[in-house]
């Protein structure tokens, strides 16, 4: 049905206007003839107006979309429209009321095209759905335009010293392959925006900053060759981190604090809670750094795990600390178990050395008064040594803060009998000044390092320098 009316339209225009029909016939057969002229001894291996001027390559370009980029290959891809201009003086014609010709892709394989190619360029591609989506444009002073819809994957080597909160620079190197600036010179077009970005470019991880570009020179063995350049400013967004690595690891942190409120004479609490607060910042370690490449430095990331790992296991060694200085004996009072069988002999048998006779057995077995002096000073002597440490905790108690720390940290031995005898066996082990102690002192130590965590790594920023001199090309 619509092939008939299409026909009897054609048909009806033809008959009732013979002049008007005539017209678009001739219209036809013209630009039919006029290509046909052009393409007419035309060899596309020879650049235009070769021996005698350079051919000035015009180019911009619109990004359509923006992503992804990989840390792990240090890459990005985006999605182009890559718009070249030049002029061929053996394209021109005359042709009345006609001054372009739009063409398809097939009229660029019978013409000269500059040999453009990315330089830092990697698995680029021209779509072909439905279509191979290019086209050319051609004047009749014999300039060119022609579009392409490319999508360029190229290399970006990054610095991620601060990440995630860095900002990179992803370059795009545009040049010819083979042609020196005496054949072909790129430019970046005048009068428009060089590097356009679309409206709707998003992506999940950054934001799309300004874009710089230049005209630089570089060399190859042929000599010296035209390149353009690109330099795309992007700053990493931090709230995926925030949710996924920061927020959890202050929790895990600040869990590991509970145990300072345990009660010591629980050591297995204490001491699971510990490892388990230090086993899940390391899970979360390792999880944030399978998509990062094995760079030799630390990140930002990094530096903030290692902080939360330290204070994790500053809260576990705290623990130890306070059970080999301070825990004396279960808390209903009274000796520990072991303590008893060492009391004890091993056969249940009492040991004599425990403590001396007393003296109405010395009086009644021992006659020899030199034997009986000999045991009274021995008694005296135990009297003296259970007396002594009290003498060692009042020592060390007037002693620094500083030192007393230091005796804690070496694992003094008469530091900790002296921190032993001088407590309370009735009233079993009360709440331990260290203990009370850390519960102010890591919170606040922890604040701190972290305002000033944040404070370098948001505020203080390096300066990126771009390379916009001559570079050299195979």
């Excluded at 040049?175 to 970046?188: A, L």
Aim: with cysteine; charged share 20%.
């Amino acid at each position: 049905m619509e092939r008939s009316t299409v026909f009897l339209t054609f048909i009806f225009t033809v008959l009732l206007w013979p002049g008007r029909g005539v017209a678009m016939l001739s219209d036809h057969t013209t630009v039919t003839r006029v290509l046909d002229n052009l393409l007419s001894g035309y060899n596309k291996e020879v650049r235009p107006g070769i021996g005698r001027q350079t051919v000035m390559v015009d180019t911009n370009m619109l990004i359509k979309s923006m992503g992804p980029i990989s840390e792990n290959d240090m890459s990005y891809s985006m999605q182009v429209y890559f718009r070249q201009r030049w002029r061929d003086e053996r394209l021109q014609f005359n042709m009345t009321n006609v001054t372009q010709f739009t063409l398809s892709n097939r009229f660029m394989n019978h013409i000269w095209k500059p040999p453009t190619y990315f330089l830092n360029g990697r698995r680029s591609k021209l779509h072909n759905i439905t279509v191979p989506n290019q086209f050319v444009r051609i004047e009749s002073n014999g300039n060119i335009y022609m579009s392409k819809r490319l999508t360029i994957h190229a290399r970006c080597p990054m610095r991620l010293a601060r990440y995630p909160m860095d900002a990179q620079v992803c370059p795009l190197y545009i040049g010819s392959y083979g042609y020196t600036t005496k054949d072909v010179v790129y430019r970046w077009l005048k009068g428009a925006p060089a590097v356009d970005v679309d409206a709707g470019v998003t992506m999940s991880q950054f934001e799309m900053g300004e874009i710089d570009y230049a005209n630089t020179t570089g060399y190859s063995r042929l000599g010296e060759t035209s390149h353009l350049c690109v330099y795309m400013h992007m700053r990493r967004a931090v709230g995926f981190f925030l949710l996924e690595t920061y927020v959890p690891c202050y929790l895990i942190v600040s869990l590991s604090w509970v145990s300072f409120w345990i009660n010591r004479d629980a050591a297995p609490a204490r001491v699971l809670l510990g490892v388990t607060t230090i086993l899940s910042l390391a899970a979360v370690g390792m999880t944030v750094r399978e998509g990062l490449p094995r760079v030799p430095y630390a990140t930002a990331l990094d530096v903030f795990q290692y902080m939360c790992l330290v204070y994790a296991m500053a809260a576990l060694i705290e623990y130890a600390a306070v059970n080999y200085f301070t825990k004396l004996m279960p808390k209903e009072g009274g000796l520990d178990e072991e303590e008893e069988e060492e009391e004890e002999g091993y056969d249940g048998e009492v040991l004599e050395e425990a403590c001396p006779p007393p003296l109405n057995v010395i009086l009644t077995d021992k006659e020899d008064e030199r034997e009986r002096e000999t045991l009274l000073d021995n008694r005296f002597r135990v009297i003296e040594v259970e007396e002594q440490p009290t003498s060692y905790a009042t020592t060390y108690t007037t002693l620094s803060c500083g030192k007393l720390f230091w005796r804690c940290l070496v694992g003094n031995w008469s530091y900790r009998m002296a921190r032993v005898m001088s407590a309370d066996p009735e009233g079993g082990n009360s709440v331990s000044n260290i203990d009370m102690i850390c519960r102010r002192l890591f919170p606040s130590t922890f604040i701190i390092l972290n305002l000033i965590y944040w404070f370098i790594y948001l505020y203080f920023e390096p300066e990126i320098n771009l390379d916009r001199t001559k570079f050299i090309t195979t």
